[in-house]
């Protein structure tokens, strides 16, 4: 985690920006009855969004750390609400709900955690990870 944090930090963030734009929320199921809820980039997002991955991503196997493919995971997306139980909340109603009231995702939406805080000691929000 902490050789990762280094080349998060060396890496030239200011000259690769990503503008975020989100289609809509899904249903996500994580594991057996249980579900969170997503806003999940658009086409263009996860196109920018997976060019700045593979920068990225190509650094940190230099460094000797294998990575999971990106195809395997989840497109790119932000969790607003995470662990609910699908069999005793219905999550399609919140998803149907969230859609028709958000018509267009426009202001940034907040990481409540970030790991390196845990795992590295402290992070400046001024210069990220």
């Given at each position: 985690?902490?050789k990762?944090?280094?080349i ?7 000259n690769?920006?990503v503008t975020?734009?989100?289609?809509n929320?899904?249903a996500?199921?994580d ?10 980039a ?8 997976m060019a700045?991955?593979n920068?990225?991503?190509?650094l940190v ?11 395997k ?7 607003i609400?995470?662990?609910?139980s ?7 109603t ?7 009231i958000i018509k267009?995702w ?7 955690e970030?790991?390196?805080i845990?795992?590295?000691g402290?992070?400046d929000?001024?210069?990220?990870p």
């Amino acid at each position: 985690m902490c050789k990762i944090r280094s080349i998060l930090q060396q890496f030239d963030w200011k000259n690769n920006p990503v503008t975020i734009s989100y289609k809509n929320a899904l249903a996500m199921v994580d594991k057996p009855s249980s579900s969170s809820i997503d806003v999940i980039a658009d086409s263009n997002s996860q196109t920018e969004l997976m060019a700045l991955w593979n920068k990225v991503d190509a650094l940190v196997k230099a460094a000797g750390i294998s990575t999971l493919s990106r195809t395997k995971q989840y497109p790119f997306h932000n969790t607003i609400a995470g662990m609910i139980s699908y069999q005793s909340f219905p999550v399609d109603t919140a998803i149907a709900a969230v859609n028709a009231i958000i018509k267009q995702w426009t202001n940034p939406i907040g990481v409540a955690e970030q790991p390196q805080i845990r795992f590295c000691g402290t992070w400046d929000p001024n210069t990220g990870p």
